[in-house]
């Protein structure tokens, strides 16, 4: 029969369903009439004869049923009614369905979410055109052993002259502007200068007005910048008008031009971020985005020992990195005979792709590996929960089949429960990944590429039914192994036989050691992290940054003349400027301190070279300085201690003598039994006399040791770049506006930016260790619970398989602990196992974690044992129940079932 | 004697032949046929329907609801064109086999 036809019978028969039914009736009735009419014909009463033609047929509700079971659109009402009867076992037990939906939703949930995650940050391509062509053309330094070093610019034009493997070199330097539009208040900004071809290499367009013209890259034009749409927003409200405006940037009158899209700057941060120096704006803050493109102007003129840019390339067709590599590096040899300012400079090409996303594989890796951990004990439980439950149900499936069910007629149905019990799982499951994605593009570190482009689209939507399909299709093999097994001997067996019952318990019970051994990896871990996260929030920074807000501003060179060197004296608007803040800002309320310092005290600043005047060890050739210019209130602002002399007070502003305070580490490094009071150094082209030692304030990080500094006061050294520093008696950022009158009181056209809580400058960069430990933990708890389920199915299942032999020795007098030994003892085993085999891992494993532990170690022994005794208590609990049920067999009740 | 059986695959064999002669109903069928066997055949309707609808679907037969002499309501199976053309393979086919067996058994 063709396919057309059965399918055209089946269209028919679903169409004419209720009028089928009622003419299969009708002529059952018909049939039944006819036969009694003969009997009553042959003499028999019509009552009588009635009864016995309906004996004689077998059955009319069978024959409708056989007829039905013939037809070709049965199967389909046979699948509509196992999915009734389906969703009538899934409500019988609510409990057993909750844990089972529940296990799906997190395995589905969370095989989204890191699908998600990994595609919007990795799987997709970048958006650059010919991204795999695309390479950072840095140089190296072999005497400092750096090799991602900025560029010169007749470094660069030499580098496009000479190289043919590379089609097209481009630009790029990263610095901070102050833009004012109109009256307006300026705003800062960070600002990417680029060369004429850097445009073409990233595949930044235009959204509004156009991009640079050629000539508009040669020196002497008028300035044009293009703005992003951010600031496009922000500043113009999005009018068309801002198409052709004029401007100052940095005091200087410019026009825009365009407006770019907000990704433009996508992988500016990263590449900035590697870069060895000329990182501009990219050190203050991950989160800076690029909001003005200024077009590269420098001729050959440029100083070729000044390395301020940033080159990138595109290989030409038919070359390779390795064959560009040669041959730059050939380039830069040549320049290296030809110039001293390239001495011990060479060329390291490096894929943008790698770059961008290099950072990210790591935490990216092990949240993955944690998903995948994860999701196998999801897995796992799922398939024993069912496996379980299959056995504890082989009486109900026995007794059916010896009711005449067909073998494959069960199992279509136990498979059409389990593709139920998956399909209503994917619904929580996806509204889980939701969440999730949610959530991660809420908290994730910013400096992850992409990440605030994660959720739930197509492909994700997809991958949560092609996971809930895959779980169905497997769990619904299940089934199968369990009916096969038993089907020789279960019907007639009225109880689970015990052959069946060992193999896959054994089975089961080493995946539920497997499970606790992967709750403990992951809750070691996760431990881990979370101790070092804690011991780093911990340290003692050496100053207090409670209450205290920061503010930085910069000092445009047109107005603020500040030589190098405090040799000569600074200008006296600078002095002015700092003299007249610091009064103004003392008398804001809620003020308790204030300072002005070249860096705040999260900010690494510059260091020198030195020399100390007379006696001493001299410091060897590489030993520098941090010069941190302050003004007196510094130290009480921070509550830096001072350890022996004094601090520095007005009088050292304006006096001859050049007062310094050292800190502690400094005079550990080079006055290691001497009082340095007194003591004379030399640094920027000046001599200065030590008044006074502070404590160590750890200026480049938690987790690195404070460099040896010298605090000196600001108007000697004069930096463009300052910080306000204020400590109030209540919320800090309450102090923002008074600032700001304070600034625009001295100098109107200073713009206040990067004005934070010190707080949080503190624990910023702590953001993604943070980000990480979160998430770890959350999977270790995830893991916890799945295995506790895990446990729990066990010894479950123990107990009703031990029913019988606990109830004999119950009878026989057994007591409590002895019943308690016999049920406990396989759990205990397993757990023990478990724990044991999770322990050893995990030290092996944690190893990969040391990169991000801070002053502990991955083999931590606390940690370690902390784990195991949670776990222990955790084991515990999850037996508690199982075992009451065990002291609450009655043993005559149970002995009687058998 | 125990009741024989049909024996597999002749049933629809049978029943075409029985409704090659005249339309009948499903009633009806299941006599004609005890009576032909020599009241060997009894085919109860949960075996008789199931071949008579698979058979209707197949579209070897053609049914309609008409009155019975009796005056009541049944339905009335016809062989189609299809049908009569599916007798006469069932039916050769039948012959052939039967003819092998009685080979066998005749020369056996």
């Given at each position: 029969?063709?396919l057309l036809?059965?399918?055209?019978?089946?269209?028919r028969?679903?169409?004419?369903?209720?009028?089928?039914?009622?003419d299969?009736?009708?002529?059952m009735?018909?049939?039944v009439?006819?036969?009694a009419?003969?009997?009553?014909?042959?003499?028999?009463?019509?009552?009588?004869a009635?009864r016995?033609?309906v004996?004689?047929?077998?059955?009319?509700?069978q024959a409708?049923e056989r007829?039905?079971a013939a037809?070709?659109g049965?199967?389909?009402?046979?699948?509509?009614?196992?999915?009734?009867?389906?969703?009538?076992?899934?409500?019988?037990?609510?409990?057993?369905?909750?844990?089972?939906?529940?296990?799906?939703?997190?395995?589905?949930?969370?095989?989204?979410?890191?699908?998600?995650?990994?595609?919007?940050?990795v799987?997709r391509?970048l958006p650059?055109p010919?991204?795999?062509?695309?390479?950072?053309?840095?140089?190296?330094?072999?005497n400092?052993?750096?090799?991602?070093?900025?560029?010169s610019?007749?470094?660069?034009?030499?580098?496009?002259?000479?190289?043919?493997?590379?089609?097209?070199?481009?630009a790029?330097?990263a610095?901070?502007?102050?833009?004012?539009?109109a009256?307006a208040?300026?705003?800062?900004?960070a600002?990417?200068t680029?060369?004429?071809s850097?445009?073409?290499?990233l595949?930044?367009?235009?959204?509004?007005?156009?991009?640079?013209d050629?000539?508009?890259?040669?020196?002497?034009?008028?300035?044009?910048?293009?703005?992003s749409?951010r600031?496009?927003?922000?500043?113009?409200?999005?009018?068309?008008?801002?198409?052709g405006?004029?401007?100052?940037?940095?005091?200087?009158?410019?026009?825009?031009?365009g407006?770019?899209?907000?990704?433009a700057?996508?992988?500016?941060?990263?590449?900035?971020?590697s870069?060895?120096?000329?990182?501009?704006?990219?050190?203050r803050?991950?989160?800076?985005?690029?909001?003005?493109?200024?077009p590269?102007?420098?001729?050959?003129g440029?100083?070729r020992?000044?390395?301020?840019?940033?080159?990138?390339g595109?290989?030409?067709?038919?070359?390779?990195?390795?064959s560009a590599?040669?041959?730059?590096?050939?380039?830069?040899?040549d320049?290296?005979?030809?110039?001293?300012?390239?001495?011990?400079?060479?060329?390291f090409?490096?894929?943008?792709e790698?770059?961008?996303?290099?950072?990210?594989?790591?935490?990216?890796?092990l949240?993955?590996a944690g998903?995948?951990?994860?999701?196998?004990t999801?897995c796992?439980?799922?398939?024993?929960l069912?496996l379980?439950r299959?056995t504890?149900?082989?009486n109900?499936?026995?007794?059916?089949?010896a009711?005449?069910?067909?073998?494959?007629?069960?199992?279509?149905?136990?498979?059409?429960?389990?593709?139920?019990?998956?399909?209503?799982?994917?619904a929580?499951?996806?509204?889980?990944a939701?969440?999730t994605?949610?959530?991660?593009r809420?908290?994730?570190?910013a400096?992850?590429?992409?990440?605030?482009?994660?959720?739930?689209d197509?492909?994700?939507?997809?991958?949560?039914?092609v996971?809930?399909?895959?779980?169905?299709?497997?769990?619904?093999l299940?089934?199968l192994a369990?009916?096969r097994v038993?089907?020789s001997?279960?019907?007639?067996?009225?109880?689970?036989s015990?052959?069946?019952?060992?193999?896959?318990?054994?089975?089961?019970?080493?995946?539920v050691?497997?499970?606790?051994?992967v709750?403990?990896?992951?809750?070691?871990?996760?431990?881990?992290?979370?101790?070092s996260?804690?011991r780093?929030?911990h340290?003692?920074p050496g100053?207090?940054?409670?209450?205290v807000?920061?503010?930085?501003l910069?000092?445009?060179?047109?107005?603020?003349?500040?030589?190098?060197?405090?040799?000569?004296?600074?200008?006296?608007?600078?002095?002015?400027?700092?003299?007249?803040?610091?009064?103004?800002?003392e008398?804001?309320?809620?003020?308790q301190?204030?300072a002005?310092a070249?860096h705040?005290?999260?900010?690494?600043?510059f260091?020198t070279?030195?020399?100390?005047?007379?006696?001493?060890s001299?410091p060897?050739?590489?030993e520098?300085l941090?010069v941190?210019?302050?003004?007196p209130?510094y130290?009480?602002?921070?509550?830096?201690?001072?350890?022996t002399?004094?601090?520095?007070?007005?009088?050292?502003?304006?006096s001859?003598?050049?007062?310094?305070?050292?800190?502690?580490?400094?005079?550990?490094?080079?006055?290691?039994n001497?009082?340095?009071?007194?003591?004379?150094?030399?640094?920027?082209r000046?001599e200065w006399t030590?008044?006074?030692?502070a404590?160590?304030?750890r200026?480049h990080?938690?987790?690195?040791a404070?460099?040896?500094?010298?605090?000196?006061?600001?108007?000697?050294?004069?930096w463009p770049?300052l910080?306000?520093?204020?400590r109030?008696?209540?919320?800090?950022s309450?102090?923002?506006p008074?600032?700001?009158?304070?600034?625009?009181?001295?100098?109107?056209?200073?713009?206040?930016?990067?004005?934070?809580?010190?707080?949080?400058?503190?624990?910023?960069p702590f953001?993604?260790?943070?980000?990480?430990?979160?998430?770890?933990?959350?999977?270790?708890?995830?893991?916890?619970?799945?295995?506790?389920?895990?446990?729990?199915g066990?010894?479950?299942?123990?107990v009703?398989?031990?029913t019988p032999?606990?109830a004999v020795r119950?009878?026989?007098?057994?007591?409590?602990?002895?019943?308690l030994?016999?049920?406990?003892?396989e759990?205990?085993?397993?757990?023990?196992?478990?724990?044991?085999?999770?322990?050893?891992?995990?030290?092996?494993?944690?190893?990969?974690?040391?990169?991000?532990?801070?002053e502990?170690?991955?083999?931590d022994?606390?940690?370690v044992?902390?784990?195991v005794?949670?776990?222990?208590?955790i084991?515990?609990?999850?037996t508690?129940i199982?075992?009451?049920?065990?002291l609450n067999?009655?043993?005559l009740?149970?002995?009687?079932?058998? | 004697m125990?009741?024989?059986?049909?024996?597999?695959?002749?049933?629809?064999?049978?029943?075409?032949t029985?409704?090659?002669?005249?339309?009948?109903?499903?009633?009806?069928?299941?006599?004609?046929?005890?009576?032909?066997?020599?009241?060997?055949?009894?085919?109860?309707?949960g075996?008789?329907?199931?071949?008579?609808?698979?058979?209707?679907?197949?579209?070897?037969?053609?049914?309609?609801?008409?009155?019975?002499?009796?005056n009541?309501?049944?339905?009335?199976?016809?062989?189609?064109?299809?049908g009569?053309?599916?007798?006469?393979?069932?039916?050769?086919?039948w012959n052939?086999?039967s003819?092998?067996?009685?080979?066998?058994?005749e020369g056996?």
């Amino acid at each position: 029969m063709t396919l057309l036809h059965r399918l055209a019978s089946i269209v028919r028969w679903i169409v004419r369903r209720h009028r089928a039914e009622r003419d299969l009736n009708d002529e059952m009735e018909a049939f039944v009439d006819m036969a009694a009419a003969d009997r009553t014909s042959d003499g028999a009463p019509p009552a009588e004869a009635r009864r016995l033609a309906v004996l004689r047929l077998g059955g009319v509700e069978q024959a409708k049923e056989r007829v039905r079971a013939a037809r070709h659109g049965a199967w389909l009402d046979e699948i509509g009614r196992d999915v009734h009867c389906g969703l009538r076992q899934i409500r019988r037990d609510p409990a057993f369905s909750a844990i089972v939906i529940a296990t799906l939703a997190l395995a589905i949930g969370l095989t989204c979410s890191m699908f998600g995650v990994l595609q919007a940050v990795v799987l997709r391509p970048l958006p650059f055109p010919a991204t795999k062509r695309l390479m950072m053309v840095w140089q190296t330094d072999r005497n400092a052993g750096t090799s991602r070093e900025p560029a010169s610019i007749p470094d660069l034009l030499d580098f496009t002259e000479r190289s043919q493997h590379i089609e097209r070199f481009g630009a790029v330097s990263a610095s901070d502007a102050t833009l004012q539009v109109a009256a307006a208040d300026p705003v800062h900004v960070a600002a990417l200068t680029v060369s004429s071809s850097v445009f073409g290499l990233l595949g930044v367009e235009p959204v509004a007005g156009r991009s640079f013209d050629p000539r508009e890259y040669r020196p002497g034009e008028g300035q044009v910048v293009l703005i992003s749409e951010r600031l496009w927003t922000r500043l113009f409200r999005r009018e068309p008008s801002a198409i052709g405006a004029s401007l100052r940037v940095n005091e200087r009158p410019a026009v825009i031009v365009g407006v770019v899209a907000d990704a433009a700057d996508f992988g500016v941060q990263q590449v900035l971020s590697s870069a060895a120096y000329a990182r501009g704006f990219a050190d203050r803050d991950a989160r800076t985005r690029v909001d003005v493109w200024l077009p590269l102007r420098a001729g050959r003129g440029a100083p070729r020992g000044f390395h301020g840019v940033l080159m990138i390339g595109r290989l030409a067709p038919g070359a390779t990195r390795a064959s560009a590599q040669a041959e730059l590096a050939r380039v830069a040899a040549d320049l290296e005979r030809m110039y001293p300012e390239n001495s011990a400079r060479g060329v390291f090409l490096e894929p943008i792709e790698d770059v961008v996303l290099g950072p990210v594989w790591t935490p990216i890796a092990l949240l993955t590996a944690g998903v995948i951990l994860v999701l196998l004990t999801a897995c796992v439980n799922l398939a024993i929960l069912l496996l379980a439950r299959g056995t504890t149900r082989t009486n109900e499936i026995a007794v059916r089949m010896a009711l005449g069910a067909e073998r494959r007629r069960m199992l279509r149905q136990l498979f059409i429960e389990n593709v139920l019990v998956s399909g209503i799982g994917a619904a929580p499951g996806l509204l889980l990944a939701y969440g999730t994605l949610n959530a991660i593009r809420a908290f994730a570190p910013a400096h992850i590429p992409r990440i605030a482009s994660v959720g739930i689209d197509f492909s994700v939507a997809l991958v949560a039914l092609v996971s809930a399909a895959v779980i169905a299709f497997a769990l619904g093999l299940l089934p199968l192994a369990q009916i096969r097994v038993g089907a020789s001997g279960l019907v007639l067996a009225d109880r689970p036989s015990r052959g069946t019952g060992v193999s896959s318990g054994r089975l089961r019970s080493v995946l539920v050691a497997a499970e606790v051994a992967v709750a403990v990896v992951l809750l070691t871990g996760a431990g881990l992290l979370t101790r070092s996260l804690w011991r780093i929030y911990h340290v003692d920074p050496g100053f207090d940054v409670t209450r205290v807000l920061k503010a930085e501003l910069q000092l445009p060179p047109t107005r603020y003349q500040l030589p190098f060197g405090a040799s000569a004296a600074p200008d006296s608007s600078f002095t002015r400027l700092i003299g007249g803040f610091v009064e103004r800002a003392e008398r804001l309320p809620d003020v308790q301190a204030v300072a002005l310092a070249a860096h705040h005290p999260l900010d690494a600043g510059f260091t020198t070279s030195f020399a100390l005047v007379g006696a001493g060890s001299q410091p060897a050739n590489e030993e520098e300085l941090s010069v941190r210019g302050i003004t007196p209130g510094y130290f009480e602002t921070m509550r830096v201690s001072i350890v022996t002399g004094r601090p520095l007070n007005d009088s050292d502003l304006a006096s001859s003598v050049r007062a310094a305070v050292v800190n502690e580490a400094f005079v550990d490094q080079f006055f290691p039994n001497v009082d340095p009071i007194d003591r004379r150094l030399q640094f920027l082209r000046s001599e200065w006399t030590v008044v006074g030692v502070a404590g160590n304030e750890r200026f480049h990080g938690m987790t690195s040791a404070p460099p040896a500094a010298a605090y000196v006061p600001l108007n000697h050294a004069p930096w463009p770049r300052l910080a306000m520093v204020v400590r109030t008696s209540g919320d800090p950022s309450a102090v923002v506006p008074g600032l700001r009158r304070a600034v625009g009181e001295i100098d109107p056209t200073l713009a206040m930016f990067a004005v934070e809580p010190l707080e949080q400058t503190l624990t910023t960069p702590f953001g993604q260790h943070r980000f990480l430990t979160t998430l770890l933990a959350l999977f270790a708890i995830f893991a916890v619970i799945l295995a506790a389920v895990g446990v729990y199915g066990v010894l479950s299942y123990t107990v009703v398989q031990k029913t019988p032999d606990i109830a004999v020795r119950m009878a026989l007098g057994a007591d409590t602990r002895q019943v308690l030994r016999l049920v406990l003892r396989e759990t205990t085993v397993v757990t023990g196992a478990g724990a044991i085999a999770g322990v050893g891992l995990a030290l092996l494993s944690s190893r990969s974690l040391s990169s991000l532990l801070f002053e502990v170690t991955p083999t931590d022994p606390v940690t370690v044992g902390a784990v195991v005794i949670f776990l222990i208590m955790i084991a515990a609990a999850a037996t508690w129940i199982p075992a009451r049920r065990a002291l609450n067999i009655d043993p005559l009740a149970a002995l009687r079932r058998q | 004697m125990e009741k024989l059986d049909v024996p597999q695959g002749t049933l629809d064999l049978m029943i075409l032949t029985i409704l090659a002669r005249e339309p009948m109903h499903g009633y009806g069928i299941s006599q004609r046929l005890a009576v032909l066997s020599h009241d060997e055949f009894h085919v109860n309707p949960g075996s008789l329907f199931p071949s008579l609808y698979r058979l209707e679907e197949d579209g070897k037969l053609k049914a309609e609801w008409r009155p019975t002499e009796n005056n009541r309501r049944a339905k009335y199976y016809k062989l189609t064109a299809s049908g009569r053309r599916q007798l006469e393979r069932h039916r050769e086919r039948w012959n052939r086999v039967s003819f092998a067996v009685t080979g066998v058994l005749e020369g056996a």
